[in-house]
T-cell receptor
Framework: AQSVAQPEDQVNVAEGNPLTVKCTYS??????LFWYVQYPNRGLQFLLK??????LVKGSYGFEAEFNKSQTSFHLKKPSALVSDSALYFC?????????????FGRGTSLIVHP | DTEVTQTPKHLVMGMTNKKSLKCEQH?????MYWYKQKAKKPPELMFV???????INESVPSRFSPECPNSSLLNLHLHALQPEDSALYLC??????????????FGPGTRLTVL
């Protein structure tokens, strides 16, 4: 069975400061990992994914995430936060090709960027 | 066109009404999904269609009835709903491509209120 943990319900950061939203996972084999963002009253929007290769993945809006196999983590990062980054962020995992293609979502982390 | 559209945006219905939610994508994706999402929670999978066939039904009550008329359209028929069914209903699609991660594209959702 696959699972995702987002240990923080909420992350607060000042505008211009770096941000990190944490995610750890459990899955058999090498995982496919995703980050999605959800703005109020909107659907989820894909930010980035890790499939294989370079552990540092770059995505939309200046976000990046680092895959760490030994720590089974896939933390989302951004060097300089914007107020407009305030949203709900979901990490998701699914087994690699050949397994179920249905992702398992974490519980979500609310990011609040203060002016 | 990289968009998933959903109609209506908002829906208020009584417990005896029959209504339908509609979803459309023109990205050639072969998997389409219905999710239910409560406020500040992760989306909960309801149904999955792959290649226009129902492949997953997550033990959803029969008052929810999915339909996939063709590869671009997905409907969710609603009948005799309960107030606890009030939620944001999200449609998503994905390509079902081997080895590419298969991220999901979400629509904006239908905000359903059951009185």
């Amino acid at each position: 069975a696959q699972s995702v943990a987002q240990p923080e319900d909420q992350v607060n950061v000042a505008e211009g400061n770096p941000l990190t939203v944490k995610c750890t996972y459990s899955v058999s084999g090498n995982p496919y990992l995703f980050w999605y963002v959800q703005y109020p009253n909107r659907g989820l929007q894909f930010l980035l994914k890790y499939i294989t290769g370079d552990n540092l993945v770059k995505g939309s809006y200046g976000f990046e995430a680092e895959f760490n196999k030994s720590q089974t983590s896939f933390h989302l990062k951004k060097p300089s936060a914007l107020v407009s980054d305030s949203a709900l962020y979901f990490c998701a995992v699914r087994p690699p090709s050949g397994g179920s293609y249905i992702p398992t979502f974490g519980r979500g982390t609310s990011l609040i960027v203060h002016p | 066109d990289t968009e998933v559209t959903q109609t209506p945006k908002h829906l208020v219905m009584g417990m005896t009404n029959k209504k339908s939610l509609k979803c459309e994508q023109h990205m050639g994706h072969r998997a389409m999904y219905w999710y239910k999402q409560k406020a500040k929670k992760p989306p909960e999978l309801m149904f999955v269609y792959s290649y226009e066939k129902l492949s997953i039904n997550e033990s959803v009550p029969s008052r929810f009835s999915p339909e996939c008329p063709n590869s671009s359209l997905l409907n969710l028929h609603l009948h005799a709903l309960q107030p606890e069914d009030s939620a944001l209903y999200l449609c998503a699609s994905s390509q079902l491509s081997t080895g590419q991660g298969d991220e999901q594209f979400f629509g904006p959702g239908t905000r359903l209120t059951v009185l």
